[in-house]
C-alpha cells in the first residue's frame, strides 16, 4: 500500500511538472529553433508576423516607407506557426509578433521598429541613406 501511494505521488508530481514546465519546451524543438536561426541569417530583413495582426502591419509600413522588402513569416499561415512562436519566445524572451530581425540581430517588436525608424537607426542598420525633406 505504501508502496503504490510513493509511486501514485511521484506519477502525480510527473504530471503536474510536465503540465507547468513541459508543454513549453517539448513545443518549442531544435528543429523550430534552427527553422528561426537559419530564417534570420539568410536574409537581411526577417519578420515573424501574423497576417491579421495591426502592430505587423504597423512594422511592415515602415520597411515599406523605407523601400525595404523584408523576408515576412506569417505564423498564422503555417501549421508549426505556433511551435516557431514558441521558438522564438525561447529565443528572444517574449511571444507577440512581430518580431522584426535585422541583418541576423534582433531589432524587437513593433513599437522598437518604429523608434528606430523615427530616429534613423534603422536607417544605418540597412545601410541605406535617407533624405531628409522637411524643409521642401
Keep these: 500500500m505504501v508502496m503504490a501511494m510513493r509511486r501514485g505521488g511521484v ?4 504530471l503536474v511538472a510536465v503540465s507547468l514546465y513541459g508543454s513549453r519546451s517539448v ?6 529553433e534552427a527553422f528561426v ?6 536574409h537581411d530583413i526577417v519578420i515573424f508576423s501574423k497576417s491579421y495582426c495591426p ?4 512594422a511592415k509600413a515602415v520597411f515599406a516607407e523605407l523601400n525595404q522588402v523584408p523576408y515576412v513569416v506569417e505564423l498564422d499561415q503555417r501549421e508549426d ?4 512562436q514558441d521558438a522564438l519566445s525561447d529565443m528572444v524572451g ?5 518580431q522584426v530581425f535585422i541583418k541576423g540581430k534582433h531589432l524587437g517588436g513593433s513599437d ?6 523615427e530616429n534613423g537607426s534603422l536607417a544605418k542598420l540597412l545601410g541605406i541613406n535617407v533624405d531628409d525633406d522637411d524643409d521642401l
Design 112 to 117: 522598437d521598429t518604429v523608434e528606430a525608424y
Design 81 to 84: 506557426g505556433s511551435d516557431i
Design 37 to 42: 536561426r537559419k530564417t534570420v541569417s539568410s
Design 55 to 58: 502592430y505587423c502591419k504597423r
Design 27 to 32: 513545443r518549442a524543438s531544435s528543429s523550430d
Design 11 to 14: 506519477a502525480l508530481a510527473l
Design 94 to 98: 517574449r511571444r507577440t509578433v512581430p
